[in-house]
DNA sequence: TCAAAAGTGTTAAGTTTACACCCATGA
DNA sequence: TCATGGGTGTAAACTTAACACTTTTGA
């Protein structure tokens, strides 16, 4: 027996991104006009195959640099979707992965000349293939992750004021938190730190801006919010 | 063009399973002596390729009753391993799920002649590839799961006392709890009831046996413990 | 009769929730 | 001067954690 592997089956695998974003207080996805059939012309996650010389991972950083120009998001990935059918094309197992993109960094050139565009969250076309069951796991997991670790920095600029952060981990969680209650929890939080900076576009009064200090979580590496 | 998809690579597909049991007061892992090369003779998971015709959670649950002979087993998905040289054989992608198995269900001839036995949890042997890390991905999601869902009754038998599911879920969480706190916990979910009958085998004493009780659970699913 | 596991409540500490007003500023 | 968002503390409700002795019974 020469290889003992040449007798079972290959299947194309493909990498999709559930990309979420945070603007105007709201989440947020990146979409796209699929450009080529099967379903050509209807909305979808960004996608494409993995080739022979990348792993998984880096077959979906490609994949999001291709589109964004990015080269450093935040990705996680979600979960594996192999029903026969899911692509009417061909057989097609596809590895879902969600990315988060902060406002700062869209890069809105690229992302046009790629027929994608941010769509608010709650209000996102119906997508194609077993897309929606995608993007349903993704936002399920995000939530989870983000209760427990600070990965919602990724989705809100460098420097922010705790009324975006209040606004985005309301966004996240789906329900509204009392403001002293939130901004106490936020004063416990060492790793979260003004920068002494004031934001005057929010409000007549400015509000002071705040910033993620990673050094400072790495310290003690706790977090807990929601 | 005849269709899109043709020029890109495909894949073998695998699927591997951390199959967890629990014992004697403490969780379990089912694993194999390999069978053939790559890493002919040294320890693995159960695992195996997906087929043209099947799903990956059916290719899942098809390996799984192939070692098992049991075709209800709870199973979840813990991800896809993607790495380039992670089989040496050949380039395969590799999606993990785990299992969990009552202990009245395990048929050990089926096992035996799969070349497979129990193993301790905390003495497993160094698995093939990146089998380690699987484990560890599964334990991690297990645990999660479990601490929030009751999925853990699946690695009890039907009828089990207050002592076996505390020890139970103080070998998923790994940290010891209070016996009063415990029983209070449990005294409080509607959906774990007695059975009236007396587990003697345990104690002089006997211990009330208890059940989980899907139909009361299913009216208010809510579960937390840990 | 004694070893071994089963069973049983109370209190203190900590966490979470609810709630309302003053401040600073630019228009 | 006033409309707008920014900022601040306290008390009650609830949840969690800590803790030790009695019961039953087969060997």
């Not at 988060?100 to 969250?121: F, Q, S, V």
């Not at 789906?174 to 209650?181: I, L, V, Y």
Request: proline share 3%; with cysteine.
């Amino acid at each position: 027996m020469k290889n003992f592997y040449c007798e079972y089956s290959k299947f194309h695998v493909a990498i999709d991104c559930i990309i979420f974003g945070f603007t105007g207080g709201k989440l947020s996805l990146l979409v796209q006009k699929r450009s080529f059939e099967p379903a050509k012309g209807q909305w979808s996650l960004m996608g494409g195959f993995v080739r022979k010389d990348e792993s998984i991972d880096e077959a979906a950083h490609r994949i999001l640099f291709e589109l964004t120009g990015l080269a450093d998001l935040y990705m996680e990935q979600v979960g594996t979707f192999g029903e026969i059918g899911r692509d009417p094309g061909e057989r097609v197992i596809s590895v879902a992965y969600y990315a988060l993109i902060a406002p700062e960094k869209y890069d809105t050139g690229n992302i046009r000349n790629h027929n994608a565009c941010w769509m608010d969250m709650d209000n996102v076309p119906k997508l194609i293939f077993d897309h929606d069951d995608m993007v349903a796991a993704a936002k399920r997991r995000m939530r989870e992750k983000a209760s427990v670790s600070p990965i919602g920095f990724n989705l809100l600029p460098e420097k922010f004021t705790l009324s975006q952060l209040q606004s985005l981990y309301e966004a996240i969680s789906g329900s509204a938190m009392d403001k002293r209650n939130f901004r106490k929890k936020v004063a416990s939080m060492k790793f979260i730190g003004t920068t002494g900076e004031k934001d005057k576009t929010g409000s007549r009064k400015g509000a002071v801006l705040y910033r993620f200090i990673k050094e400072e979580y790495d310290k003690e590496p706790e977090f807990k919010i929601l």
